[in-house]
């Protein structure tokens, strides 16, 4: 397993589902995940993605910047760390953003995202 090629494949199908379909991110996520959002702290499936189906703009893009990525403990999850720009619909002017994902193994092979951590970058 090469873990950049997972955190760019994981990058790719994330931001591009939440641009198009945030309610389609709840099999990202598990019971145990946690979101930090602006400071605000969600958990579980439900409540995470009602979090981010009701974020107050119905369309936007991610231009992604840097992605980096560690595995991280002995359970082979791995730490992905993404900048980029969000471009909310209407807006002229692209929001500057960072987020983290503690993604850990699934039992079929595949990655859920235990924690999420998303700041926008004010300057």
Do not use: W
């Not at 595995?71 to 720009?85: E, K, W």
């Amino acid at each position: 397993m090469d873990p950049d090629a997972v955190a760019k494949a994981f990058v790719e199908h994330y931001y591009s589902t939440f641009d198009t379909n945030r309610a389609g991110l709840a099999g990202l996520y598990q019971e145990a995940s946690m979101l930090t959002f602006e400071g605000q702290k969600i958990q579980g499936v439900q409540s995470i993605v009602a979090k981010l189906t009701s974020l107050p703009f119905q369309q936007c893009k991610h231009n992604i910047s840097t992605v980096d990525c560690q595995p991280s403990g002995p359970a082979s999850g791995m730490l992905v760390f993404i900048s980029g720009n969000l471009q909310l619909a209407g807006e002229e002017h692209a929001l500057k953003f960072s987020q983290m994902f503690h993604l850990m193994p699934t039992p079929q092979g595949s990655f859920y995202v235990f924690n999420d951590i998303f700041r926008l970058n004010y300057s």
